[in-house]
C-alpha cells in the first residue's frame, strides 16, 4: 500500500519532460547573460530531468529497433527529442576547464538524436561522422587548407535549403501549437506536429554537430599550442647577447651618411640667440644700416672740422718749404756724390 502511495507522489514521464523542456525554452529566450547563475540553476535542473526522463524511457522499453516510425504512438514520438534536449542544454554551459568535455558530451547527445532519427526515417538527411577523433580531425584539417569549390558550393546550397525547411517547418508549428496544446487537435495533427518537432531538431543537431567541430578543433590547437609554449619556456633560457655594430656599416655611414637626416644641434631659440650675436637677423639690419650712416656722417663732420683746424699749420709748413728750396738749389746736401 505504501509503494503504491509513492508510486503517485512520484512526477510522471510526460511532467518531467514538460518541464524540462520549459526550462529549455526559458534559458533560450531569457535576456539574462549564459554565464549567470540564474541560467546555469536553470542549464543543470533541465539536464538533471532530462536524465531521468531517458531513465524512465529505458525502464518502459517505448522504442524498440524492431519498430517503425508508424508503430509509435504519437504521444511518445516527442519522447525522442529527449537526447537532442540534452545536447542543446549542455551547450549552454559555461564552465571552460570542461568546455571541451561538454561540447563532445554534447556531440555525442546529438548523433544518438540522428541517428534514432535516421533509423525511423522521420527525415531523409545525411548522418555525419560518428567519431571526432584526431585522425578526422587532421583530415579536416588538410581539407580546408585546399578548399573544393564544389563542394563549397554545395555546402552553400545545403545550408540554404535547410534555412528555407526550418522556416516552413516553424510556421507550420505555429499553426499547429494552440490547437495541440489546448486538447483539441485530433490524433493527426498531434502526429504531424511531433513529427515537425523531430525534423526541426534535425536540422538544429546538423548546425550544432558543425559549430563543436570547428569550436573542438580550436580547442585542441590551443592546447597544443599552450603545451608549446610551457615546454619551450621550461627549456633554460640562453644569456641576452650583446648589440653589436657592423664595421662596414659604421664606415659606409661616415661616407655616405646614416642614410637619414642629421639630428639637431641646437633648439630654434639657441639658433635666434646666435643669429642675434651676429646681427644677422632681419630686424637687426635696419638697425644696422642707421647706425652705420649716422656714424659716416660724425666721422666725416669731424675730418671736416680737424681739416679747418689744420689748414694754419699746413698753410706755414708749405710756405716755409718754398722759401728753402729758393734759397737751396737741387742736390744741396747730398755729399755722397761729390766729384
Known sequence: MAAAEDELLLPRLPELFETSKQLLDEVEVTTEPTGSRIVQDKVLKALDLLEK?????????????????????????????VPALQGALAMKQVNTSKRLDHLQWAREHFINYLTQCHHYHVAEFALPNTKNN???????????????????????????????QKKEIENRLSALKSAV??????????????????????RIS?????????????LRERESSKEASTS??????RPPMKPF???????????????????????????????????????????????????????????????????????????????????????????????
Open 53 to 81: 526522463v531517458s531513465e524512465m524511457i529505458a525502464q518502459l522499453d517505448l522504442f524498440s529497433r524492431n519498430e517503425d516510425l508508424e508503430e509509435i504512438a504519437s504521444t511518445d514520438l516527442k519522447y525522442l527529442l
Open 134 to 164: 584526431s585522425t578526422e580531425n587532421n583530415t579536416a584539417s588538410s581539407s580546408m587548407t585546399h578548399p573544393n569549390l564544389v563542394a563549397m558550393a554545395s555546402q552553400r546550397q545545403a545550408k540554404i535549403e535547410r534555412y528555407k
Open 181 to 202: 496544446e489546448g486538447g483539441q487537435a485530433d490524433d493527426e495533427c498531434v502526429r504531424e506536429y511531433y513529427l515537425l518537432h523531430l525534423r526541426r531538431w534535425i
Open 206 to 218: 546538423l548546425e550544432e554537430i558543425e559549430s563543436i567541430d570547428q569550436e573542438i578543433k580550436i
Open 232 to 237: 619551450h619556456s621550461s627549456r633554460q633560457e
Open 245 to 339: 655594430i657592423l664595421t662596414r656599416d659604421v664606415a659606409q655611414a661616415k661616407v655616405l651618411g646614416a642614410g637619414y637626416p642629421s639630428l639637431a644641434t641646437m633648439t630654434v631659440n639657441d639658433w635666434y640667440d646666435q643669429r642675434r650675436k651676429y646681427g644677422a637677423l632681419p630686424d637687426q639690419e635696419i638697425t644696422k644700416t642707421t647706425s652705420e650712416f649716422n656714424k659716416a656722417a660724425q666721422q666725416q663732420e669731424d675730418q671736416e672740422q680737424k681739416e679747418e683746424a689744420d689748414d694754419e699749420s699746413t698753410l706755414h709748413r708749405a710756405r716755409e718749404w718754398d722759401e728753402w728750396k729758393d734759397t737751396h738749389p737741387r742736390g744741396y746736401g747730398n755729399r755722397q756724390n761729390m766729384g
